[in-house]
Structures are given as C-alpha cells and as structure tokens.
C-alpha cells in the first residue's frame, strides 16, 4: 500500500527522474552518504559530493559513474569542522540554487580521550551539529532561490534514547564517546525540526525533512569499490542480523525519499518501514523529548551564539 493518495507505492529501485535538479550531499563520498548521492545520480540530477578530502571523492565519483553511466557528479571540498571555511565552500559551488541539501557527514568516535576541532569546539558536536548549522545559513538563498528547496537532515536511531544536556553541550563536565555522538545526532534532529518550524512560520518554499537510516552494518552493505569492499566472511557474519537491520544501501533510502518524494512536508521524519531498523521508508511520528519545542529553540539559541550564525536569517527577512 502506499502512502501517497492517488498515486503509484513508492519505489526505491525506480526513482523519479531529475533531471537539471541539483543536490548536495556532505560526506558523500562514504558511507550511508555515498549510497545517497549513487542513488540520486541514477535519477539524472547533478550530485555534489561535499567532502573534506579529494581523493575519497574522486574515488567515489568512479565508483558512481561504473553503476550510473554519464552520472553528473562533482566534488565541493568541505570541512564542516571548521566553521570559518563554509562560506568560502558554498561560494565556490558557483550555482543559481540548489534544490537539495543533505546534511548527513558526521565524525563518531568510539573512545577517549575528547577531542577538539581547531575551532575549540567538541569534535563530534562541532562536525555533526554545528558545522551543518552554519552550513545551512550560507546555502538557504541557494535553498531559496529553488522551486521546492529542502534541507534533508540525517539522524540517528541511536540519539532517541538520549537526552540533550543544554548546560554542557560540548561534553565538558562528563565525556562518553558514544553519549557525546549520539547527543550530536539528537541536536540535528532538533535542528532539521525547529528549522521547519522556522520556515514555516516566514510561509517558505523551503521544507526541513528529518531522516533517519535504521540499523545500517558495513557487513551488510553491497561493494563498492574502491569506496567499500565487504569481503566474503563479513557477509557471511552478517547474515544473522540481517533478519533485524539492513545495509547502508538500504539505509539511503529514507534520505533519498525524503528529497525527491513530492509530497513529503516539512517537519516530517523518514526512516525504515520494520521497527524503524530495517526496510522500505515510511514516516514516523515525531513523539516524546525529540517533540519538545521548548528544548529546540534553546538549542537554537545556544548554537547561535557559539557560532555567530542563523541560519534561518538567510532565508530572507521574513524569518525572525
């Protein structure tokens, strides 16, 4: 059945063409991101892969064109840890809009000690969070300047069992590699909701989607040489646990639904169809702290004066 009244079930294997649609995906060159911007490529848009090193996206631009024959792929060299740099990236993208912009890259460490970027902010919470916030200030007249713009911000099943410390954002006081990651992921999740409310507020043409990749294994993700390689062992270890989770191939798909899907709205939050692990996208019911407006704008507000960004000023005067 599909979710869409009037209209054919999605299909994640036959995407509507996009052709002279342009999108940018961070950390496109691996990962849940690389099966994003491959997948996008194949609908006929131009995919920009937003990437701190050359070499990983050219080697994922080969990998893309050997699946999709002509792709239009092109490397934005990014690094979102240093926030002084991302108006100089955006400004080299040398475009008239861009009609997407997916927010996945992301650091996750697994293990001590802290770590700081340049920039003095903690590296998870200052990659993941803060990074994709200024990020989106210096995009929104690219977003603006679009038919339908939209923000796709890539969660985390693993930030709706966390809660936000606004008191210590930057895991000063207490550190714990996989709190502090799945913090960062929970503050974008905050982020991609309160933008929409934002926008929605100024009447924007611009929508801000959440998406959300389920259980995502390596062990269970297709080859893609040279970007990843799953030897014959890993697949055969991960086969047990595929009754539960998925690929990150599988994984893309609430992402890219939620970018090309007409009728997606803001505010909405995509992920896997099967216990929100495993499956084809559907939508999910934004619910308990994820739905605390209250703690969103806050979050807002701190992260405006860490960075002396917002981002909902660039989508016009309107947004207050």
Do not use: C
């Not at 210096?138 to 693993?158: D, K």
């Amino acid at each position: 059945m599909s979710s869409r009244s009037g209209t054919r079930p999605w299909d994640v294997r036959q995407l509507p063409p996009a052709p002279g649609r342009t999108f940018l995906v961070t950390g496109g060159n691996a990962g849940i991101g690389y099966f994003v911007a491959e997948q996008l490529a194949a609908t006929g848009a131009t995919v920009v892969l937003g990437s701190r090193s050359g070499e990983k996206a050219e080697a994922a631009k080969v990998s893309i064109r050997s699946r999709v024959p002509g792709a239009d792929i092109r490397h934005l060299p990014l690094d979102l840890a240093d926030l002084s740099s991302l108006k100089t990236s955006v400004d080299t993208l040398e475009l008239d809009h861009l009609d997407a912009v997916v927010h996945n890259a992301g650091v996750a460490l697994d293990e001590p000690p802290r770590r700081e970027t340049d920039g003095g902010d903690e590296l998870m919470f200052g990659t993941n969070h803060l990074g994709h916030f200024v990020l989106t200030q210096w995009l929104a007249p690219l977003l603006s300047a679009a038919p339908e713009g939209r923000v796709v911000t890539v969660g985390s099943f693993a930030a709706k069992s966390e809660r936000l410390d606004l008191a210590d954002l930057q895991s000063t006081v207490d550190y714990r590699p996989k709190r502090a990651y799945g913090r960062s992921k929970l503050a974008q999740m905050y982020f991609g909701l309160e933008l929409d409310r934002r926008l929605r507020a100024a009447n924007s043409t611009v929508l801000s989607v959440l998406a959300h990749p389920g259980g995502a294994l390596d062990s269970l993700t297709p080859s893609r040489p040279p970007v990843h390689v799953r030897t014959a062992g890993e697949r055969l270890r991960g086969l047990p646990v595929g009754l539960l989770i998925q690929g990150k191939e599988a994984g893309a798909w609430p992402a890219v639904r939620a970018v090309l899907d007409p009728e997606v709205s803001g505010g909405q939050l995509w992920g896997p169809r099967v216990f929100g692990l495993r499956g084809r996208p559907r939508t999910e019911t934004v619910r308990g702290h994820l739905a605390d407006t209250a703690v969103a704008a806050r979050l807002w507000d701190a992260t405006r004066e860490m960075t002396g960004a917002d981002p909902a000023l660039g989508f016009g005067p309107r947004l207050q």
